[in-house]
Structure formats: C-alpha cells, structure tokens
C-alpha cells in the first residue's frame, strides 16, 4: 500500500519536473498541440506517446468499473487529475486508496 502512494507522489513530481524545465527553458511555448507534437517527434517518442494511450485508456476504464464496484469515491477526479498531473501519479494513488478501502472491508 505504501509502495503505491510513493510511487504517486514520484509520479507527481518527476513528469512535472521536466514540465516545468520544458517551459521555463524549453523554445515552444506549451500548448497542447506542442505537447503531443513533440510526444510524436520521431517513432521512439511515437512509440511512447502510443504506448500511454493505449496503455492508459484500459486502465482508467478498470478504474472507473473498481471504484463503483468498491464504491471509492471521487473518481472523476483520478480521470482528470491524469490529464492535468499524470497517469504515474493517478494509477498509483488510486492503488493506494483501493487497497485502504480493501483494508477497511477485510476488518
């Protein structure tokens, strides 16, 4: 449970660390054009960029279908907070607080 939630907060901080480095020094102004652009550069940072939304899309639906079945509140924010912080930090958080909520059923 633990291992979840320091994953979230490094998954917080090191995607905006290289946000922030981006603007601050980076030659494009940050849009969202520019941010998907440069995730479809060339076919290495294609393959990511793919590979995160392939990978993400399932995830937030299991998400979605968990938190009602397990009745976590909140979840619409885990769905925005991916988009607006990053899927490193929601996937793990959300870990995190369905294994406290599995904790709380099992006592």
């Not at 907060?9 to 440069?38: C, E, K, R, S």
């Not at 924010?77 to 059923?105: D, G, H, M």
Request: one cysteine or more; glycine letters at 6%; a positive charge.
């Amino acid at each position: 449970m633990w291992f979840y939630l320091m994953m979230a907060v490094a998954g917080a901080i090191v995607p905006w660390y290289f946000n922030l480095h981006q603007m601050m020094f980076g030659d494009q102004l940050f849009t969202m054009a520019n941010y998907i652009g440069a995730g479809m550069e060339n076919d290495f940072t294609s393959s990511i960029t793919t590979d995160f939304f392939i990978g993400t899309t399932p995830v937030l639906v299991w998400m979605i279908v968990e938190a009602r079945r397990m009745r976590i509140k909140g979840i619409g924010w885990y769905v925005v907070l991916t988009f607006v912080i990053s899927f490193a930090f929601t996937c793990p958080l959300f870990l995190f607080n369905r294994e406290r909520k599995l904790k709380t059923i099992t006592q």
